[in-house]
């Protein structure tokens, strides 16, 4: 169970996004950041139980830094005001399916999927996707995951069909796609109740088919 300490601090950070707030209330970055990694810690062996391959990883590879790359960004705020974790083969720095956990007042997610593949791997995705589009669309339609999510989450999509697919394939608009994921939305009563943890597991096991397609389109 995670207390109410993680998002009053995120709240209070998005409020005072300076390097002075930050340092002067330290301590309770580090208290919010230990409850992260203990949720974390305590998904991770659940998970394993139907994706063994992130039997092995641990909290601390799979969450992100709080502190942001604003060299290149006119947003110069030095802190996000987020909590997220990659759990994944290799933790936050794997390219290849994972499960996401993203942690902020009134944004708060799960996810799974490949997010910013490169273009080699997006076109196997994509060629997966169009050689094997009734199993793809049978995953996605399964009565469990769509408890929990309406699709392929559309983000930052090509206007047009993308090069080397046929623009007349009945199912481009899912093609267009340059990330796939799959996401789905928690209160911050759910987070704070006493079996947040089995929610999230039982929304992850639901994706976990979807992770699967993936995987085989990138490993082939």
């Known amino acids: 169970m995670m207390t109410d300490l993680v998002l009053s601090f995120l709240k209070e950070l998005e409020q005072n996004n300076t390097r002075e707030w930050f340092h002067a209330n330290k301590g309770l970055y580090d208290e919010a950041k230990l409850e992260m990694e203990s949720l974390v810690n305590t998904l991770i062996p659940g998970m394993a139980r139907f994706d063994p391959t992130v039997k092995f990883i641990t909290a601390k590879e799979c969450m992100f830094r709080?502190?942001?790359d604003v060299?290149?960004?006119k947003d110069k705020a030095p802190y996000k005001t987020n909590f997220g974790a990659w759990i994944a083969k290799t933790g936050r720095k794997s390219s290849g399916p994972g499960?996401?956990?993203h942690i902020q007042?009134?944004?708060s997610f799960?996810?799974?999927?490949?997010y910013m593949p490169d273009p080699e791997t997006l076109k196997k995705i994509r060629q997966e996707i169009y050689y094997n589009i009734d199993e793809f669309k049978g995953i996605l339609e399964g009565k469990e995951l769509k408890k929990y999510i309406h699709g392929v989450d559309e983000m930052d999509k090509l206007k047009r069909p993308p090069k080397d697919f046929p623009a007349?394939?009945?199912?481009?608009?899912?093609l267009k796609n340059k990330h796939f994921t799959v996401s789905c939305t928690f209160s911050e009563k759910q987070l704070?109740?006493?079996n947040?943890?089995?929610f999230a597991l039982k929304v992850y096991k639901t994706m976990y088919p979807f992770n699967v397609f993936l995987g085989r389109a990138i490993d082939g």
């Open 168 to 174: 007349d394939f009945p199912d481009i608009e899912i």
């Open 71 to 73: 060299r290149f960004s």
């Open 66 to 68: 709080i502190f942001r």
């Open 192 to 194: 704070s109740g006493p």
């Open 196 to 198: 947040f943890a089995d």
């Open 110 to 114: 799960l996810a799974a999927g490949v």
């Open 99 to 101: 499960y996401y956990i």
């Open 105 to 107: 007042p009134g944004e």
